[in-house]
């Protein structure tokens, strides 16, 4: 059984198609980039996979079950926008994952955190954008699912903080899950891939084995990204 699977996707909102016909399966034990310029249609993919939009065609599966309550206890979710009370500190946000996800590892969050230099007594309103995308994505990275789904992760750090983050989504997913990556940043997180999935004007364009991908067309993923929607 698919870890997840989207049959025939549609999304419309009034008379505007967002999605088309979109077939994805992922199964366990990948990292899988879902790859697109803006707007193209990833955030309403990920949204969906959420159950933060309800389809307006098709079906999505997550283990096996169509997408709601109990789906969400299978995904960790790292939106493109911050979440979070800027009212508290690092270490009440920390208490609050740990009362409302049972699957929450304190001691991994506590890790994270000395690894990315980040005090648990520093209030969220006196961060910067990088450094609260860098608590975000140890929250969500400290649980333990199924699938984590990281929505554009790597936006607003600086270039020398990004390798960082991706050897910590690297070293420190759940054995066995997966996780799935959107971003425009096609070059900074080709390394870690083991699957992609292109996505243009709401349309799976492709889907594949990223090292079969760069050996058959010589190139690396984000030559062939440009090479296929040249502006």
């Known amino acids: 059984m698919s870890l997840l699977e989207l049959k025939n996707v549609y999304k419309a909102f009034d008379d505007i198609t967002i999605l088309e ?14 790859l697109g310029k803006n707007g193209m249609g990833k955030t309403t993919i990920i949204k969906l996979i959420n159950d933060l939009l309800t389809p307006t065609k098709g079906t999505i599966l997550v283990n096996g079950k169509e997408v709601g309550i109990e789906s969400k206890k299978s995904i960790s979710y790292l939106p493109e926008r911050t979440y979070l009370d800027k009212t508290m500190n690092i ?24 690894d990315l230099n980040l005090d648990e007594s520093t209030y969220l309103n006196k961060m910067s954008k990088g450094m609260l995308e860098k608590l975000q994505l140890i929250l969500v990275m400290s649980r333990d699912v199924d699938l984590y789904i990281l929505d554009e992760p ?21 054995e066995g899950s997966s996780v799935l990556i ?27 084995d990223a090292d079969v991908l760069r050996q058959k067309e010589n190139k690396s993923i984000d030559e062939i990204f440009r090479g296929m929607f040249r502006c």
């Open 182 to 208: 959107s971003t425009h940043l096609i070059s900074d997180v080709e390394r870690i891939l083991d699957e992609v999935i292109f996505i243009e004007n709401g349309k799976v364009v492709l889907q594949s």
């Open 21 to 34: 016909d979109i077939n994805i399966t992922i199964e366990k034990n990948k990292i899988i980039g879902l």
């Open 91 to 114: 270490s009440k946000v920390l208490e609050y994952f740990q009362d409302f996800y049972e699957d929450f590892n304190i001691e991994k969050a506590h890790k994270l955190l000395k």
């Open 154 to 174: 790597l936006g607003g750090v600086d270039p020398a903080t990004r390798d960082y983050i991706l050897d910590t989504i690297l070293s420190n997913f759940k």
